[in-house]
T-cell receptor
Framework: AQSVSQHNHHVILSEAASLELGCNYS??????LFWYVQYPGQHLQLLLK??????LVKGIKGFEAEFIKSKFSFNLRKPSVQWSDTAEYFC?????????????FGKGTKLSVKP | DSGVTQTPKHLITATGQRVTLRCSPR?????VYWYQQSLDQGLQFLIQ???????AKGNILERFSAQQFPDLHSELNLSSLELGDSALYFC???????????????FGEGSRLTVL
């Protein structure tokens, strides 16, 4: 079965520090990839997505992610985090088993940014 | 605001009871997805409907059921509730049946269910 692994459960950074959150997926074919963010008490919002083309994808709020096919990875990065980036971040991949359109999510990484 | 509306936002009930959660998808979206988010299991896909028809099933318990109505809103029915059913239930919608294969899913703010 497909899976998405996020290596870090909880990351604590100071403001202006650089961020990299790891994501690995298990599907071997052509793949779409997503990062969603969930701010405290809010719904999931799309941060960025990769469908094809340039493997370096830029999203909202200064976030970017790099798709490395050989490593089955789609790591999320931000050069300088802000206190307002405190949130939980989820990596996701579509369910390629059959005709399902749902997304399979990783367990999430909670980011706490200290002011 | 994602355009996906869920009610109620909070619900407290007792074990053995039945509740109904409601979701209105974004205007024009034909697919509705239900997810359960709990601390230990993370985000688990429950079920997908497309234009009124069940499209895919995930880890949905037999005590749970859902439907999508002609106006495209959806309801998730949870019955014989247990303590372990306490969780945040999210609804998401997408334009087509392909969901993440062709685009993104838009999520509602969730319904927090507490079973006492």
């Amino acid at each position: 079965a497909q899976s998405v692994s996020q290596h870090n459960h909880h990351v604590i950074l100071s403001e202006a520090a650089s961020l990299e959150l790891g994501c690995n997926y298990s599907y071997g074919g052509t793949v779409n990839l997503f990062w969603y963010v969930q701010y405290p008490g809010q719904h999931l919002q799309l941060l960025l997505k990769y469908f094809s083309g340039d493997p370096l994808v830029k999203g909202i709020k200064g976030f970017e992610a790099e798709f490395i096919k050989s490593k089955f990875s789609f790591n999320l990065r931000k050069p300088s985090v802000q206190w307002s980036d405190t949130a939980e971040y989820f990596c996701a991949v579509p369910n390629y088993g059959g005709s399902q359109g749902n997304l399979i999510f990783g367990k999430g990484t909670k980011l706490s940014v200290k002011p | 605001d994602s355009g996906v509306t869920q009610t109620p936002k909070h619900l407290i009930t007792a074990t053995g009871q039945r509740v109904t959660l409601r979701c209105s998808p974004r205007s024009g979206d034909l697919s509705v997805y239900w997810y359960q988010q709990s601390l230990d299991q993370g985000l688990q896909f429950l079920i997908q409907y497309y234009n009124g028809e069940e499209r895919a099933k995930g880890n949905i318990l037999e005590r749970f059921s859902a439907q999508q109505f002609p106006d495209l809103h959806s309801e998730l029915n949870l019955s014989s509730l247990e303590l372990g059913d306490s969780a945040l239930y999210f609804c998401a919608s997408s334009v087509g049946m392909g969901g993440g294969h062709t685009g993104e899913l838009f999520f509602g703010e969730g319904s927090r269910l507490t079973v006492l």
